[in-house]
């Protein structure tokens, strides 16, 4: 399914949060949003998602869901939103009992999604015994399990130490090689930016708007950390936003 984002203009009050972005995100690319603090990247988000509404805009989704879709969209937060007293089988049933599945059918897609994140020695693991990298695994692993025509990733690795984000990062692009995926994917960090979008939309600073979209030609699977022409697109990228980051960080700090 592709999403296509027609003059998405959004206010809080009477501050202005997002000015008429327009973006196409075709079925099967993940888009990555980046942006200094406080652009609207996550509000975006939210309007994709249909939590809320923009102002003024539409978003549109054309095209059909994949079959056994339970729900068009998805989303993966960074705070893996896990309930403590279920287990990781228990938290990923949660949301397929909402969608009225029984018994079979649910330990059918719990198989399933385990085995795509290599949980499956953890299904009866409580959300405590896990590490922060194992939790976020169960919370992709309970966004596939409805099948999502497209996922919705808030910062899903911003609370992860680095080598976790690295090894996340490898299981992101193995489950999108595996059946890729259409994913809107935002973030704070330039190098997974580099690594996991096929495009880059650069947001500027509030009131957020498109300031350029970056496509990157190399295949996912061929992308490597350090490697020296990403490196120098996270440096293009950095040089974009620089002064408008700085900007946006002094601005919070004097509040
Ligand atoms: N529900 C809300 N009501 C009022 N203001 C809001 C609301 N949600 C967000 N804002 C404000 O809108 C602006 C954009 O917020 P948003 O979280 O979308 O930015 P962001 O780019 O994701 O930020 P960050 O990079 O810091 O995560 C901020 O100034 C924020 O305080």
Redesign the pocket.
């Known amino acids: 399914m592709d999403l296509s984002l027609n003059k998405i203009t959004h206010r809080?009050?009477d501050?202005l949060?997002l000015d008429e972005i327009s973006l196409n995100i075709p079925d099967g690319e993940i888009l990555c949003v980046i942006?200094p603090?406080?652009?609207?990247?996550?509000?975006?988000l939210r309007m994709i998602g249909g939590l809320e509404r923009p102002d003024q805009g539409q978003v549109t989704q054309v095209g059909e869901v994949p079959q056994g879709c339970l729900n068009p969209l998805t989303f993966v937060f960074q705070d893996f939103a896990l309930l403590p007293w279920r287990t990781v089988a228990g938290n990923i049933s949660l949301v397929l009992e909402d969608h009225g599945l029984k018994g079979g059918e649910i330990d059918r897609i719990i198989t399933d999604v385990l085995v795509r994140t290599k949980l499956s020695d953890f299904s009866d693991a409580l959300p405590r015994q896990l590490s922060g990298g194992m939790k976020q695994r169960v919370a992709i692993a309970r966004a596939l399990a409805v099948n999502p025509a497209v996922m919705l990733l808030d910062?899903p690795l911003s609370a992860l130490d680095a080598q976790t984000r690295e090894l996340l990062m490898d299981d992101l692009v193995g489950l999108w090689a595996r059946q890729p995926f259409t994913g809107v994917y935002?973030t704070?960090n330039l190098a997974e930016a580099v690594r996991l979008g096929h495009r880059i939309a650069v947001l500027s600073r509030?009131p957020?708007c498109i300031r350029e979209v970056i496509e990157i030609d190399r295949p996912l699977t061929e992308r490597r950390t350090g490697d020296p022409e990403l490196e120098a697109l996270q440096k293009r990228l950095w040089d974009l936003m620089r002064e408008e980051a700085l900007a946006a960080d002094q601005e919070l700090l004097n509040v």
């Open positions: 809080y009050g501050m949060v942006g603090s406080g652009c609207g990247k996550s509000t975006l910062e935002v704070h509030r957020g």
